[in-house]
């Protein structure tokens, strides 16, 4: 069953995009060379709080931090570490924030310093593949059209779009239904209509196999060591269209 939100729950939603994007994108300007992710971890849990929000993925399932820090061919759920970036490292930053009894999540990727022309493509057609699927957020549509314009840009690029993990619902609850797959056959599902507010998050990587997840029990990364790239927006649909929330203004 999909929730239907408010325009008072909307309202609320599109303040927690604002603050977050507000976050993230402070958190991607202390993005160097040289820095621990642990670092940006801290960084971006005081923004959150000192904002009146709380971090919406620490102690979820028991995760341990308020930011996903993948780096290279880690896909999602890397663990904060006193691990340090170096030159040429992709990094994915997934951030969730709770407030106002309501969720709301986005991702990026960021190159450190320069990096090589394979890694480059993976991040502009990840980038790319996410405002596909935006796109076709509008009324009347089914909702795998969402997930087949995603899948097949990335398909086009010679990229391969993960598959263990999809985007979701998002409100009252992190994940809320409807799944949503980066992948899939166009016309199928619900029709979308106003009240409808999605995560989508396209991860996408250079190899084709399945993903496998670490000892520590939540790092994700690539089967064959390729480099993988996410991002991520939290999208409302109103009576006036789509509305992305996790967009930070001026
Ligand atoms: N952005 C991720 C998602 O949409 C959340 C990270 S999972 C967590 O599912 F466990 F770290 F919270
Ligand atoms: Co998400």
């Not at 729950?9 to 976050?23: D, H, P, Q, S």
């Not at 904002?51 to 820090?69: E, L, M, N, S, V």
């Amino acid at each position: 069953m999909i929730s239907l939100k408010t325009p008072s729950e909307i309202a609320i939603m599109r303040e927690n995009g604002r603050i977050l994007a507000l976050t993230l994108r402070a958190i991607c300007e202390e993005v160097t060379l040289g820095k621990s992710t642990a670092s940006l971890d801290h960084l971006a849990e005081a923004l959150i709080r000192k904002a009146g929000a709380k971090p919406a993925f620490k102690g979820y399932q028991g995760y341990p931090a308020t930011i996903c820090a993948s780096i290279n061919d880690e896909v999602v759920h890397g663990i904060p570490s006193e691990r340090l970036l170096k030159a040429g490292d992709i990094l994915s930053i997934d951030i969730g924030l709770f407030r106002e009894g309501l969720y709301m999540d986005m991702a990026t990727t960021v190159p450190i310093g320069d990096i090589d022309e394979a890694a480059d493509h993976l991040l502009r057609v990840t980038e790319e593949s996410l405002w596909q699927g935006i796109k076709r957020v509008t009324i009347g549509n089914r909702l795998s059209d969402i997930s087949h314009a995603i899948g097949s840009y990335v398909k086009s690029k010679g990229l391969h779009v993960v598959r263990e993990y999809v985007g979701h619902g998002i409100g009252r609850k992190l994940h809320e239904d409807p799944q949503i797959p980066n992948y899939g056959l166009p016309g199928q599902g619900p029709r979308l209509q106003p009240g409808m507010v999605f995560a989508i998050e396209p991860m996408v990587k250079t190899d084709p196999e399945p993903t496998r997840v670490l000892d520590d029990n939540w790092t994700v990364v690539t089967a064959t060591g390729g480099l993988a790239a996410h991002f991520e927006h939290t999208v409302a649909l109103t009576e006036r269209g789509i509305d992305i929330l996790t967009i930070g203004g001026e």
